[in-house]
């Protein structure tokens, strides 16, 4: 598939929006029902109006793959049936709970708060699980439609969001590392989760004979005293003579360096690198990444290589998708 920078930034940015408020929202009820020590500070209110800001940022984003975003409201018309225009009515619903979420907090009003941390973990789990939706419900593409899609866009969203919060409270002396061995945790499972999916999408597809009805191969006409064999299906006519529509997004190949050097970008930049810092947390001194203490400054530097290595590993989720439409078009599997 053609990678969208605009739908890479969307879901890069908004999930790790949404998994920072969610964690954050989380984190207030449990303290609120007695479950944790860990009241509501300062720098978790600056962490939850940044995490607010990349989620409307990403609503943004996504509106630049329209071929008019004057016309993105019309998203909302098929709910029933469409995961998009779920996410969007979910996205609708997020945005003020979650602001008054927020300024409540920074108000120091504590009412309503218990409830609108509910709404807001409810809404936020219901955008990133919609987003997700939307590819893993697509069929025809087989790297797709698997249920590890919404597993690892949950689990990456709370891990970038949870480093986000790392980072905010890296600020204050007397932070805990309780936050820090949640995010060791979720860059973990993010981790096992991805490298699953690279395991799934590196697997045998579709093949051409599965695809037209055949999956065993095609059986000439028998003959009298023959042994019955059946041989491959083949590509007569893929029916263009140039570009098209669907060779230009569905058809779009990259060279398998290059998907190398993407996956080696996301696996350094948005795993290596966090996991490093947040072990500087746990009294593990490691040059240039800390001294025990964690220091926001390079945990600021550590989240945008995050955020970048994330960049890189939405870009291979669309680079690496095959639509069936290929089988048309020359590939012998997708």
Not at 126 to 147: D, G
Not at 246 to 268: C, G, K, P, W, Y
Not at 294 to 322: H, I, K, S, Y
Request: with cysteine.
């Amino acid at each position: 598939m053609k990678p969208a920078l605009s739908v890479i930034l969307f879901s890069v940015l908004s999930g790790a929006g949404l998994g920072a408020l969610a964690l954050m929202a989380l984190a207030d009820l449990a303290w609120r029902a007695g479950v944790v020590e860990a009241p509501w500070s300062p720098a978790l209110t600056s962490a939850a109006a940044i995490a607010l800001v990349l989620v409307i940022a990403g609503l943004c984003a996504s509106t630049l793959h329209l071929a008019n975003p004057r016309n993105a409201w019309r998203s909302l018309a098929r709910w029933r049936s469409s995961w998009l225009s779920r996410e969007a009515l979910a996205a609708l619903a997020f945005i003020p709970v979650a602001g008054a979420y927020v300024a409540l907090h920074a108000s120091g009003s504590p009412s309503w708060t218990q409830a609108l941390a509910g709404a807001t973990v409810l809404l936020a789990w219901a955008m990133l699980y919609c987003t997700a939706m939307i590819y893993a419900s697509l069929k025809p593409v087989r790297q797709w439609h698997t249920a590890r899609v919404p597993v690892a866009f949950f689990l990456l969203g709370h891990a970038s969001g949870a480093l986000l919060i790392a980072c905010a409270i890296a600020t204050e002396r007397t932070a805990t590392n309780g936050w820090m061995v949640a995010a060791v945790l979720l860059f973990v499972l993010a981790l096992i989760a991805k490298i699953e999916y690279w395991r799934f999408v590196g697997a045998s597809g579709i093949t051409l004979e599965t695809a037209i009805g055949v999956p065993h191969g095609v059986a000439p006409p028998r003959r009298e005293h023959a042994r019955p064999r059946s041989v491959a299906a083949r590509l007569l006519d893929v029916g263009h003579s140039k570009g098209t529509f669907l060779t230009d997004e569905f058809v779009n190949t990259q060279s398998h360096s290059t998907l190398r050097a993407m996956r080696a970008a996301a696996l350094i930049a948005g795993f290596g690198i966090p996991l490093l810092w947040l072990a500087s947390s746990f009294g593990i001194p490691l040059p240039g990444l800390g001294d025990g203490r964690p220091d926001w400054r390079v945990g600021a530097m550590v989240w945008l290589a995050c955020m970048l290595g994330l960049t890189a590993e939405r870009w291979l989720f669309f680079a690496e998708a095959r639509h069936t439409v290929r089988l048309y078009h020359g590939d012998r599997t997708t």
